[in-house]
């Protein structure tokens, strides 16, 4: 396992890793000093104050709620990595709601199905699940967050508390796993010609 060097001290700012839960001393001090910058980094992105401050208000919470920070270099560079992934987290559930709003006045009446094709997608999913289910358990976990939750794998890696290269190691076998069980099924199945 390598060795990473700790970050150097920053001025005005104590590394997290000498309390063993965060201190609520420490993240008023945090909302004092850096507010309003936490404010105007997430505005930048989200291009709302009202939701700026919504989510700047649920990065001080998780700050609050960590356990044993140990891990973390700084509380403040934690503050903003934890925006910023909630930031994306909501621009990410904004696209959805666009997509779903958007396809809500499409007709739908030329993607209808026929009854062998819609056969065929049934027997597609049922050999899709049935292939999930053979998956390892990891590697089962790291694909349904990817692919159902839509987790990157670096966010997939701090939820499992595994290094990113071992997420995308575990999906890397998790798709080529379940190509392949697709790829037999199609095969399997053959195409009836008269």
């Known amino acids: 396992m390598v060795q990473l060097s700790p970050l150097p001290e920053v001025p005005g700012e ?17 909302f004092r000093e850096h507010n309003a910058t936490l404010l105007r980094f997430i505005a930048a992105r989200v291009g709302s104050t009202q939701e700026a401050r919504e989510i700047a208000q649920e990065s001080y919470v998780q700050l609050l ?4 920070p140990g891990a973390i270099s700084y509380l403040r560079a934690f503050l903003f990595k934890t925006a910023a992934n909630l930031v994306t987290d909501r621009l990410r559930q904004r696209d959805r709601r666009r997509n779903v ?14 009854p062998e094709r819609l056969v065929a997608s049934e027997q597609a999913m049922t050999t899709l699940r049935a292939a999930v289910e053979e998956l390892p358990p990891r590697c089962r976990q790291v694909f349904l967050l990817h692919r159902v939750h839509e987790l990157s794998t670096e966010e997939i890696a701090t939820r499992l ?9 575990y999906l890397a076998r998790a798709l080529e796993f379940l190509r392949t069980r697709m790829d037999a099924a199609e095969s399997g199945r053959g195409t009836c010609e008269q």
């Open 65 to 68: 709620r960590l356990s044993g």
């Open 161 to 169: 508390g595994i290094g990113e290269r071992m997420a995308r190691r």
């Open 101 to 114: 709003a958007s396809m809500g006045d499409m007709d739908f009446v030329p993607f209808e199905l026929s």
């Open 14 to 30: 104590r590394p997290a890793s000498a309390d063993p839960m965060v201190d609520p001393a420490e993240v008023e001090r945090l």
